[in-house]
């Protein structure tokens, strides 16, 4: 069995966890509305656009983030509550891991679909417009979730996970904008060094 059929195989088994009981039934479907979509794009474009075995995996990272947080709900992650307690925080922080995936992830496909494209030539150029993509991708988002909230309430308000922090989306954004410099710097190197295996 290859790889990404691995990788689908796991997904479809969190995914199915995710949905037993979940928490709040709206908010999970938002959740993992992404991870769903995401996995049918990959599937469909395997053969004429397969991605590298590290662009695949955090992409099966991100969408066990958003499984678990459909299933609890961001506020309500049970390991986070443990840390809360632990490090007296005043909220569960288990939405930062997702906003921070929501930068790293997205910062690994764009770059790989810019490189094998050749949309820009030049590195610094690459990283540049790569988290600038990033941000866009997040400030979306939390447009989502605030027009969500509004158009449905009380419902909508588990989507949204503020927990009552006033800067939580400008925060949310500052995450994601860290996971995607994050993502560059660190893991740059190997990607292309598996760019350049599936180009042979």
């Known amino acids: 069995m290859k790889y990404p059929s691995i990788l689908l ?19 999970w479907v938002l959740e ?8 049918v ?4 474009t395997r053969n ?5 075995p590290l662009v695949y995996t955090f992409i099966f990272i991100h969408a066990c983030i958003l499984c678990i947080g459909g299933h609890y709900t961001y506020a309500e992650v049970p390991a986070f509550d443990w840390l809360k307690e632990m490090f007296h925080h005043s909220r569960n922080n288990y939405d930062k891991v ?22 820009v030539a030049k590195n610094g150029w690459l990283n540049f417009i790569v988290v600038c993509i990033c941000m866009a991708i997040s400030a979306t988002y939390e447009l ?5 909230s509004l158009f449905s309430g ?3 308000d588990a989507f949204l996970g503020t927990q009552g922090y006033v800067w939580d989306t ?3 954004m500052l995450y994601a904008t860290i996971g995607a410099i994050t993502a560059l710097f660190l893991l740059s190197s190997l990607q292309n060094k598996q760019i350049k295996k599936l180009s042979h």
């Open 154 to 156: 009380e419902a909508g």
């Open 98 to 119: 997702g906003h921070f995936a929501q930068g790293f992830v997205p910062a690994l496909i764009i770059r790989e679909l810019f490189i094998r494209k050749e949309v």
């Open 41 to 44: 794009v990959l599937v469909l």
């Open 170 to 172: 400008q925060s949310d």
């Open 48 to 52: 004429s656009f397969p991605f590298t």
């Open 9 to 27: 195989f796991l997904f479809i088994a969190v995914l199915t966890w995710s949905g037993i009981q979940p928490k709040e039934t709206f908010t």
């Open 32 to 39: 993992v509305f992404p991870a769903v979509i995401g996995a």
């Open 144 to 148: 989502l979730e605030w027009f969500v």
